[in-house]
């Protein structure tokens, strides 16, 4: 495997790791806050599932910066002058309509609202969505890495300088 590959499959890795943990910690808050736990049997948000998703998933969003820019795509500069906050932050908004979408289409069309139907819409089905893209946006938008120019590849080749003309009678 190419050098160029192995460091794409060590992003990728990383990025799915520090996802990973957001996420766990996206999920833990959407069920307590849904659907209680054995310490909170009136759960705050019961029937407001949507905006628990994006509450809890705000929090994941800030964990997940501080991972991608300090660990996932440390290698990688940002043209913006925020760091690319800005831009994580506006990409994790529309990128969250993804799983919020499914979440709404669960409850609000099938009229499912138990735990594992909560879960599997927004939380697999609709995360795995949004998970994809938010690597390649942030990879390609936040975390961009300018690209060196390749010898011999795209370059614009200028002939050279003719000499000045003597003009002899």
């Given at each position: 495997?190419?050098?160029?590959?192995?460091?794409?499959?060590?992003?990728?890795?990383?990025?799915?790791?520090?996802?990973?943990?957001?996420?766990?910690?996206?999920?833990?808050?959407?069920n307590l806050?849904?659907?209680?736990?054995?310490?909170?049997?009136?759960?705050?948000?019961?029937?407001?599932?949507?905006?628990?998703?994006?509450?809890?998933?705000?929090?994941?969003?800030?964990?997940?910066?501080?991972?991608?820019?300090?660990?996932?795509?440390?290698?990688?500069?940002?043209?913006?002058?925020?760091?690319?906050?800005?831009?994580?932050?506006?990409?994790?908004?529309?990128?969250?309509?993804?799983?919020?979408?499914?979440?709404?289409?669960?409850?609000?069309?099938?009229?499912?609202?138990?735990?594992?139907?909560?879960?599997?819409?927004?939380?697999?089905?609709?995360?795995?969505?949004?998970?994809?893209?938010?690597f390649y946006?942030?990879?390609?938008?936040?975390?961009?890495?300018?690209?060196?120019?390749?010898?011999?590849?795209?370059?614009?080749?200028?002939?050279?300088?003719?000499?000045?003309?003597?003009?002899?009678?």
């Amino acid at each position: 495997m190419d050098q160029r590959w192995r460091r794409r499959l060590d992003e990728v890795a990383r990025f799915l790791a520090v996802g990973g943990v957001a996420t766990l910690v996206a999920l833990f808050l959407f069920n307590l806050l849904v659907h209680g736990n054995w310490a909170v049997s009136d759960p705050p948000l019961s029937d407001h599932a949507l905006l628990a998703y994006v509450l809890a998933n705000s929090v994941g969003m800030v964990i997940s910066y501080r991972g991608s820019r300090h660990w996932a795509f440390k290698h990688r500069e940002t043209t913006y002058a925020d760091g690319g906050r800005t831009a994580y932050v506006l990409i994790n908004l529309l990128t969250m309509a993804l799983p919020v979408s499914c979440l709404w289409f669960s409850r609000d069309v099938l009229g499912l609202d138990d735990p594992w139907a909560d879960n599997l819409s927004a939380n697999v089905i609709g995360l795995s969505f949004g998970m994809v893209a938010r690597f390649y946006l942030f990879r390609t938008v936040v975390f961009s890495q300018p690209r060196l120019p390749q010898p011999g590849v795209g370059a614009i080749m200028t002939p050279p300088p003719t000499p000045p003309r003597t003009h002899t009678p």
